[in-house]
C-alpha cells in the first residue's frame, strides 16, 4: 500500500517516487533546477547530525536540501517493506 508524505518524514534509506511539489516561484523554479520533479525517484541517503539538512539520492547525484525545502515536496512512497515502485 503506497501513502504520500513529505520528503522531510521519509526515514534513511527509505525511497519513493516525486508526486508533488507546493513551491513556486523563485524557490520552486531552483528545486525544479535541481532534477526535483514529479515522478523522480528518490532515495534518503542520511541527515546531519541536528537532522538538517537532509541528503538524497535522484537520478547519478546526491542532493542535500533543508527541512524547509523538503517539507514542500511530497513524495509516493511504498509502505509494505518494499520502496521500489
Not at 503506497?2 to 517516487?17: E, F, H, K, P, V
Not at 533546477?33 to 546531519?48: N, W
Request: glycine residues 8%; hydrophobic residues 40%; positive net charge.
Amino acid at each position: 500500500m503506497n501513502s504520500t508524505i513529505t520528503l522531510r518524514s521519509m526515514q534513511a534509506d527509505q525511497s519513493g517516487i516525486i508526486d508533488s511539489i507546493s513551491a513556486s516561484g523563485e524557490l520552486g523554479r531552483r528545486i525544479r533546477d535541481m532534477g526535483l520533479v514529479p515522478g523522480t525517484q528518490v532515495t534518503i541517503v542520511g541527515r546531519a547530525p541536528l537532522k538538517d539538512p537532509v541528503a538524497l539520492r535522484l537520478r547519478d547525484f546526491t542532493l542535500t536540501l533543508r527541512n524547509n525545502e523538503a517539507d514542500l515536496i511530497m513524495v509516493n512512497v511504498n509502505n509494505s517493506g518494499e520502496n521500489r515502485q
